[in-house]
């Protein structure tokens, strides 16, 4: 390696003439240049990760609406996707139609680990089976954004809750919320 | 007594294993290796602590990006140049040999079948100048050819491959929920219910802190 051949080492005697001979060895230096800048190319450009999912599995769509189940108002937890990164919560039920329904008390807070996931993890105490309605607030051009419906579902992931529904914001929703002025 | 001399060794050293780990290194990442292809769209998908990665292959990513444009990609390049084919043959447009090479060859496209064929006459830069102003594969009730693609390919892909497609949405985060939902109902219409939101990982809550 490394060697540079000697060249023209003929002695300048006018001998025999014989078949000259070269040394097996050549120079490799070029090519571990190449070599090692292919290594470091391929090292640099080369990426192993790769993506990270979280799988969402829907429920098939009933067109006869003949099965959904009914939710009691012990159980259900109702999650709005606010704007601006706001979640509100309530419990039980929210229908103002019906006047022995109490209104519920909505309360707001965020996405913060001592935030939506302390209230979850407090109501799994208190009912063993709560049942998340997770509702994504959509209204007069605003809305909730994609990131925090993945936020909302990693938090059902991490607070090990199985029940949770994905569904859309009934008009009652959106009326609690105005006035309730959070 | 003679003079002890010290024994000089050669300046050169055996560089033969070194070289031989260099070419192993080098065929190793040029075999694993796997450049980035050029996405129409750039999307920052949001973080979740879920670790399960993506599906190797027969992917159809869905990408939604944050002006509710969804762009369709699709890996296996045979399946994509059927779904084509399936597509501009319901909308009575048809395709040259080399549109269709063109196509098989782009990683994502948001365009309507409409204007498919002009875009894919543009060469590379061309085409990257145009990303931004796209209108993205509609996905309206009246003119879903967003879901058209979807069951084209995954038609496709089973006559071809024997393998079901897996669906991937890919979201920014900053896009809306209602367009992510829409894609998704519009999904679950026919019959599909299994999605794999992209994210990136974030670690995972420390025991005490969260539970």
Do not use: C
Not at chain 1, 79 to 95: Q, S
């Amino acid at each position: 390696m490394a060697e540079i051949q000697q060249k023209g080492g003929d002695s300048g005697k006018g001998g025999k003439k014989r078949a000259k001979k070269s040394s097996t060895k050549i120079d490799m230096t070029p090519m571990v240049d190449l070599a090692f800048l292919l290594l470091t190319f391929f090292m640099l450009t080369t990426t192993f990760a790769k993506p990270n999912v979280m799988q969402l599995t829907m429920p098939v769509k009933d067109k006869t609406h003949e099965d959904d189940t009914q939710i009691k108002a012990s159980e259900a937890v109702n999650i709005i996707l606010g704007p601006e990164d706001k979640v509100y919560y309530y419990f039980g039920l929210n229908n103002p139609n019906d006047k022995s329904v109490p209104k519920p008390e909505l309360k707001v807070t965020n996405y913060s680990q001592t935030g939506i996931r302390q209230v979850l993890l407090a109501r799994q105490q208190q009912q063993p089976q709560p049942v998340v309605l997770i509702k994504p607030y959509s209204f007069e051009g605003k809305e909730a954004r994609y990131k925090n419906m993945v936020d909302i579902l990693d938090e059902m992931n991490i607070t090990n809750q199985k029940k949770y529904a994905l569904v859309d914001i009934p008009k009652a929703d959106i009326d609690l919320i105005k006035d309730s002025k959070l | 007594m003679p003079k002890v001399k010290p024994h000089r060794t050669s300046p050169s050293l055996d560089m033969t294993p070194m070289v031989d780990l260099a070419f192993l290194l080098v065929t190793f990442f040029m075999l694993t290796t796997q450049f980035r292809p050029d996405e129409a769209v750039v999307v920052d998908t949001p973080s979740s602590t879920s670790d399960l990665v993506a599906p190797e292959s027969d992917i159809l990513t869905l990408t939604i990006d944050k002006n509710k444009r969804v762009f369709v990609g699709i890996d296996k390049q045979p399946t994509k140049a059927a779904a084509l084919q399936a597509i501009a043959a319901r909308h009575g447009i048809s395709f040259t040999p080399t549109q269709i090479k063109q196509f098989s060859l782009m990683p994502n496209f948001g365009v309507p079948i409409e204007q498919l064929g002009s875009y894919l006459d543009k060469d590379t830069e061309q085409r990257k100048a145009l990303n931004k102003g796209l209108p993205g594969v509609p996905y309206d009730s009246l003119n879903n050819q967003m879901i058209d693609w979807v069951l084209e390919a995954r038609k496709a892909n089973i006559q071809n491959f024997k393998k079901p497609l897996y669906m991937v949405i890919k979201g920014d985060a900053g896009a809306d929920v209602p367009t992510v939902q829409k894609v998704i109902k519009e999904l679950q219409e026919k019959n599909i219910n299994r999605f794999n939101l992209v994210t990136s990982l974030e670690m995972k809550p420390v025991a005490g802190a969260g539970k």
